[in-house]
């Protein structure tokens, strides 16, 4: 999956990220929905799920100087860059309005990128939930 656009996506059975890889594929696009698209095969073969997925890429700047992500939904997630943890909606989280009040609270973090240099994006989440959306910027290559 070298030099491609988009999401390099692995499904776990579980939350950890380190044993029982279920399955992978790649992705394009920046709007994902879970049992409408991507976790919907994965999902559908299991009585109680508890599927984590991660999102991977690699991230070029066309900009140098401060960058915002943001992450939120309904269950857990963590975004890590170059394998340093930015954002954990993973170990706390607090109730938000998205998703009908179902979501976790959003939350944000800034972070200085350089121009031209690439950096790893990974998106961990965990799928023991009704419905999940992830908004992500997948015009990058996977590496």
């Given at each position: 999956m070298d030099n491609k656009e988009g999401f390099l996506v692995e499904y776990f059975e579980g939350s950890n990220f380190d044993e029982n890889l279920v399955m992978q594929e790649h992705l394009v696009g920046n709007k994902f929905w879970v049992f409408e698209g991507f976790a919907k095969d994965v999902i559908a073969k299991l009585e109680r799920p508890d599927i984590s997925v991660r999102f991977s890429c690699a991230y070029t700047p066309d900009i140098s100087g401060q960058h915002e992500f943001e992450i939120f939904g309904i269950g857990k997630a963590r975004l890590l860059i170059d394998g340093e943890e930015l954002i954990d909606n993973w170990t706390e989280t607090s109730p938000g309005e998205a998703f009908f009040s179902f979501s976790s609270d959003s939350k944000k973090a800034i972070v200085d990128l350089i121009k031209g240099k690439t950096?790893?994006?990974?998106?961990?989440?965990?799928?023991?939930?009704?419905?999940?959306?992830f908004i992500l910027d997948a015009k990058h290559q996977i590496k």
């Open positions: 950096y790893q994006l990974r998106l961990g989440i965990n799928l023991r939930v009704i419905s999940q959306q």
